[in-house]
């Protein structure tokens, strides 16, 4: 069973083949360094990559690559946090931006101070629905 969603919408080969090629490798890692100022970095960059995206693939492609990028902590907060799906204490995150206010409240600290440059930066994110939770 896949705790990535309940509904996984197909795309054409041609179309998922294409937006591995243009879009995967571009992906940076996360997850060895998990402070609240790498995440915030990283998500920027992320936000920058995907956007062009959402148009033509669905969000649940995009999730998928997104969290093939994992690697350490990040990867074993996210196999648990999958762990907790599946035992019915955790809903499921089924697009990109249900990981990222998930992430977001995970990885920053309520109490985290930002600064004016990554107040700037974050007020320029794309915001759509209630990604920042």
Known sequence: MSTYST?????????????????????????????????????WDIENLVQPFFYRYSQYDILRHVISRFVGRACEWWHQRQFQVEKGKASCINTFYKLKACMWKHFVPSSYRITREQQSRLENFIDIGDAFI
Do not use: Q
């Open 7 to 43: 509904y996984s919408p197909r795309l054409h080969k041609h179309d998922s083949h294409e937006l591995h090629h243009t879009f995967h490798s571009d992906i940076p890692f996360f997850g060895e360094d998990i402070g609240p100022l790498s995440f915030i970095d990283w998500m």
